[in-house]
């Protein structure tokens, strides 16, 4: 039980730090090039955060409905099972 709960803290623990790292390194740095010029370089995120929230929305409906089926058949199993006593 240790081991799972400390698997579950390790895997939130390294998404917090991306999103922590992500949100405050977003934006962008100004370096001085050899001929004095400033060169704006872009700080790119870890982590492309709508991709992952899509994807979560997505499983989190197909969770939903999945969740919905298993009540639906389960409530034709008790009244089925009530119907025949």
Do not use: C, K
């Not at 895997?11 to 370096?31: H, K, M, N």
């Not at 992952?52 to 089925?80: K, P, T």
Request: net charge positive; aromatic share 8%; charged share 15%.
């Amino acid at each position: 039980m240790r081991i799972f709960i400390g698997m579950i803290l390790g895997v939130l623990l390294t998404v917090s730090s991306a999103f922590v790292y992500d949100t405050w390194a977003t934006g962008p740095a100004t370096e001085t090039t050899s001929t004095g010029s400033p060169q704006v370089e872009q700080h790119r995120a870890m982590v492309n955060w709508d991709v992952v929230g899509e994807n979560w929305r997505v499983a989190l409906q197909r969770n939903a409905r999945g969740l919905d089926r298993a009540v639906a058949q389960g409530q034709q199993l008790i009244a089925s099972s009530l119907l025949r006593t």
